[in-house]
């Protein structure tokens, strides 16, 4: 039983004996809390020789010793951690490789944005430029055809007087 429900339990019993207040109950409240006093005291000797006897049990197992070398490892893990990371950021900020690190992707970011600037100029010129090179194109492929064209028809027409002086010689 723990302090707490003895005293939890020494409060319900008070309030049931104070209900008559005759000289016999008050003397018999007083032998009640004597009693719970007692009871407490002797709770808490058994609790002081538990916790020896476990202060004891841990002293001897070594677990005291391994927790306390556990804590240190960790502890000096985390130190030689610490150093390492502020001695790298040290490094690199004297060496300046975080500035050329930011001043490169600045760099790298404006010429972006230029060559895009440029894409965007030359698709816009050749929307603009389209219908007169698909213009030029198509005059193009017509003035070959059209001279092909016409040396045929030529060339029909030549074969044709041919073919009369033949035939005007022959006869």
Not at 38 to 50: L, P
Not at 81 to 92: H, N
């Amino acid at each position: 039983m723990t302090i707490e429900e003895s005293e939890a339990q020494s409060t319900s019993s008070s309030t049931e004996t104070t209900g008559s207040m005759s000289p016999t109950s008050s003397s018999a409240t007083a032998q009640e809390t004597v009693k719970r006093l007692k009871e407490i005291a002797k709770r808490i000797r058994e609790q002081a020789a538990t916790m020896k006897e476990t202060a004891k049990t841990l002293r001897e197992s070594g677990a005291i010793e391994e927790l306390t070398a556990a804590v240190r490892d960790a502890a000096i893990a985390a130190r030689d951690a610490s150093k390492e990371i502020s001695d790298t950021a040290r490094k690199l900020r004297e060496e300046g490789a975080i500035r050329d690190t930011a001043a490169a992707i600045e760099e790298t970011t404006k010429v972006a944005k230029e060559t895009a600037e440029e894409i965007r100029t030359t698709a816009k010129e050749t929307q603009e430029a389209a219908p007169k090179t698909t213009q030029t194109a198509s005059r193009a492929v017509d003035t070959p055809k059209k001279k092909t064209q016409q040396a045929a028809a030529a060339g029909k027409t030549k074969g044709k007087l041919k073919k009369r002086k033949l035939k005007s010689q022959g006869a």
